[in-house]
């Protein structure tokens, strides 16, 4: 089992910065595939980063540029610091964690077993 709790989110201006942080429990963080996905009001939760146990990462195209995605094994923690911040990256963010493959941004929610509860971002025009 692995629980994750993300944090960092809250409002900001257009062209603004936010660094989101998802704590995991459990011993096995580092065997973990690590992601954010991000869910708009009336859309499909969406893949934006993902990083593997080995620290390759993926972008969607929307953010790639803007997004860094990374980890700290030793703090049980992944990051996504989120630069030039857009209205329409306005969404609820979450961290999802499995024992997967990444293979990039078509990755659907369904291929991580464990998310965390979801931190807002509202970015303001």
């Known amino acids: 089992q692995v629980q994750l709790v993300e944090s960092g989110g809250g409002l900001v201006q257009a062209g603004g910065s936010l660094r989101l942080s998802c704590a995991a429990s459990?011993?096995?963080?580092?065997?973990?595939?690590m992601a954010w996905f991000r869910q708009a009001p009336g859309k499909e939760r969406e893949f934006v980063a993902g990083i593997s146990w080995s620290g390759t990462t993926y972008y969607t195209d929307s953010v790639r540029g803007r997004c860094t995605i990374s980890r700290d094994n030793a703090k049980n923690t992944v990051y996504l610091q989120m630069n030039s911040l857009k209205p329409e990256d306005t969404a609820v963010y979450y961290c999802?964690?499995?024992?997967?493959?990444?293979?990039?941004?078509?990755?659907?929610?369904?291929?991580?077993?464990?998310w965390g509860q979801g931190t807002q971002v509202t970015v303001s025009s």
């Open positions: 459990g011993r096995t963080f580092s065997s973990y595939a």
């Open positions: 999802a964690a499995d024992q997967v493959a990444i293979s990039g941004p078509t990755m659907t929610p369904r291929r991580f077993a464990y």
